[in-house]
């Protein structure tokens, strides 16, 4: 069975894999990351709030 990895889109596997529905632990850590810091982006919102102010971008890994 394929699915779709919800963090970055990718396509994995859903027996062989230990992170599922993640295709890998970094994935899994990233999603949950992004729920509790309350920065998930709901998938079909496109609202983009910019203010003229930029935040910097956090790097991963
Ligand atoms: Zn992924």
Request: proline share 7%; hydrophobic share 20%; with cysteine.
């Amino acid at each position: 069975m394929r699915i779709r990895c919800p963090a970055c889109k990718h396509t994995t596997t859903w027996e062989e894999n230990p992170w599922r529905p993640f295709c890998s632990e970094r994935c899994k850590l990233t999603d949950l990351g992004r729920w509790a810091s309350g920065q998930y982006k709901i998938e079909g919102e496109e609202k983009e709030e910019k203010q003229g102010e930029t935040e910097p971008e956090e790097k991963e890994g």
